[in-house]
């Protein structure tokens, strides 16, 4: 018997609604992710700093490689994609719907610059992993030419 709303997805739909509130009213010290990315879903991610690189991990089940889209701007990383309903059409009742479909948008904004030329990315297993190299302080010394005008 197909069953009407379902209270745990309500559950998880307030959940997802109040970690965004907490996460906008309180800002974010070292990553912001605007919100106007924020669509349909949103995947979740894991974000962690090593002395060379910013990495990031994001779950994206059920999404092929070629569907997904990493830009970098400056100092903000942007992944989007769009995770579609399986083949086969819609079903004729639904028991549980706790997987999302349609677009979704992410982005990282990083406190330090980044090298956009030298990002790695890795996606196996549902897991899009990007390595974000911080940008390369210019080592040494140098002399700067002073001229005399003329």
Do not use: C
């Not at 690189?53 to 999404?63: H, N, T």
């Not at 995770?83 to 990282?108: I, K, M, Q, S, V």
Request: hydrophobic share 35%.
């Amino acid at each position: 018997m197909p069953l009407g709303r379902d209270p745990i997805q309500d559950l998880l739909d307030l959940q997802e609604r109040m970690n965004r509130l907490f996460e906008e009213t309180l800002g974010r010290e070292q990553l912001q992710e605007p919100p106007f990315l924020s669509r349909s879903w949103m995947p979740l991610a894991d974000v962690y700093e090593t002395a060379e690189a910013y990495v990031l991990e994001l779950e994206l089940p059920g999404i092929a490689r070629d569907e997904v889209d990493v830009q970098i701007r400056g100092d903000e990383l942007v992944v989007r994609g769009e995770r579609r309903p399986p083949p086969g059409g819609r079903p004729d009742a639904f028991h549980r719907l706790e997987r999302r479909n349609g677009p979704f948008g992410r982005a990282f904004r990083f406190s330090e610059q980044v090298d956009g030329d030298r990002i790695s990315a890795e996606f196996r297993d549902g897991l899009l992993r990007l390595e974000v190299p911080k940008a390369r302080p210019r080592s040494g010394s140098r002399l700067v030419r002073v001229d005399q005008p003329g």
